[in-house]
Nanobody, 115 residues
Framework: QVQLVESGGGLVQAGGSLRLSCVASGISISSNTMGWYRQAPGKQRELVAKITSDGRTNYADSVKGRFTISRDNTKNTGYLQMNSLKPEDTAVYYC?????????WGQGTQVTVSS
């Protein structure tokens, strides 16, 4: 059974930083594209960042230069470093692991940025 567990969310002031972690079990993330999505109240879920199995990254324009996605295959864990946080970054953040055949989702972690 595949399980993705996010952690690291919380309440932070604007300009602050958080690092989200996503620990995977039941799969080896080394062969998966890892992604982070977010969903703010009343808005559609959107892609924040993703990193392929060979390390290529892609970011939403709204987070470029502020967020960094990474992975540690030895720990079977993905990360999202979020710097210079803004109130508009407030959302539930979800981790994903994708292969050719399936995409698995975590349960989400709340990030709240106060102004």
């Amino acid at each position: 059974q595949v399980q993705l567990v996010e952690s690291g969310g919380g309440l932070v002031q604007a300009g602050g930083s958080l690092r989200l972690s996503c620990v995977a079990s039941g799969i080896s993330i080394s062969s998966n594209t890892m992604g982070w999505y977010r969903q703010a109240p009343g808005k559609q879920r959107e892609l924040v960042a993703k990193i392929t199995s060979d390390g290529r990254t892609n970011y939403a324009d709204s987070v470029k230069g502020r967020f960094t996605i990474s992975r540690d295959n030895t720990k079977n864990t993905g990360y999202l470093q979020m710097n210079s946080l803004k109130p508009e970054d407030t959302a539930v953040y979800y981790c994903t692991a994708s292969s050719l055949w399936r995409t698995d989702w975590g349960q989400g972690t709340q990030v709240t940025v106060s102004s």
